[in-house]
């Protein structure tokens, strides 16, 4: 699997950096409107000259259905050119961009983890195949399921909201499966020692872990930790656990009114100074310079930028 995934509304999204920002669907820090949301490839990347900017979402989970045309995806900063047809399972926080030829053909489908707990809450049969960004072959059925979401979104009545969730839900089951039966047995246990040490990571990020503690607590070696996070996600275990330290940055800083002494002091940083020297380091601004421009602006501009990887067509 040589491709080991966007919203299409750009309308009130907010930005995390000027690099990679996170979009949610009608602005950040909102409930998501709808059950789940589904269109074509066609309907929205037209309007956007057929490239997307590297980006993130959190807390929402997409499927990509790309059926026919060329396109190339940029994904934790790795850009390769995708072999159609191809569905794409793209995880919360998973950053991706995309370049379409004019007139690609296929569909998106967003859903926020919670309205699928079967798929993505904490035991599921399902989250291991789904924690790691994946693509497969994509089979020919599929594409009936997909437009009979974007169908269904079209009612009103009481069935439509356990309608969506459970073609949803058959999206998520076939997609886990086409992902397993092309990795690897040692790929599949990376991704379930992944989401474990994913969890740890979001429940201990207070607490100053080393990552010996994080290895530990999986009965992993630092060494084979490293090698699990370098596989699933491109990143060292250490790199890994320092981006979701700064996206937790992020999120005090967008949502809260601490100070940023007092953000640092949260993630363990004993000097406000080397915080925010470590924030301009990794984000590429400083803490107060981010607050200020994320209570400026919502929009970054929706093209392609100088910080996309080398390669990208």
Known sequence: MDYPGYLWYFWNMSAVTPAIPAYGLYGEGRGFPDVLHCERTSDRASLHDWRIAPHRHPHLHQFFLIRSGTAWVTVDGRARELKLPVLLSIPAWVVHGFRFSVGTEGFVL????????????KGAALASALASWGAAPADPDIDAIFEEII????????????????????????????????????????????????????????????????AAALSLTPTHLNRVSRATCGLSAARFVESRQFHEACRLLAYTQMTIAEVGYAL???????FSRAFRRHMGETPSKYRNRLASTDLPEPSLSVHSPAGMP
């Not at 967003?110 to 809450?121: D, H, I, K, M, R």
């Not at 969506?164 to 992902?179: G, K, P, S």
């Open 151 to 214: 169908r269904q979104r079209a009612f009103t009545d009481a069935a439509r909201a356990p309608m969506l969730r459970a073609l949803a839900l058959q999206i998520a089951c076939l997609t886990a499966r086409a992902l397993q039966a092309g990795a690897p047995a040692a790929v599949s246990r990376y991704a379930g020692h992944m989401q474990a040490f994913e969890a740890l990571v979001r429940s201990h990020l207070r607490d100053g872990w080393t990552l010996k503690n994080y």
């Open 268 to 274: 363990g940083f004993d000097d406000p100074a080397y």
């Open 110 to 121: 967003t859903v926020p983890l919670s309205e699928l707990p079967e798929a993505f809450g």
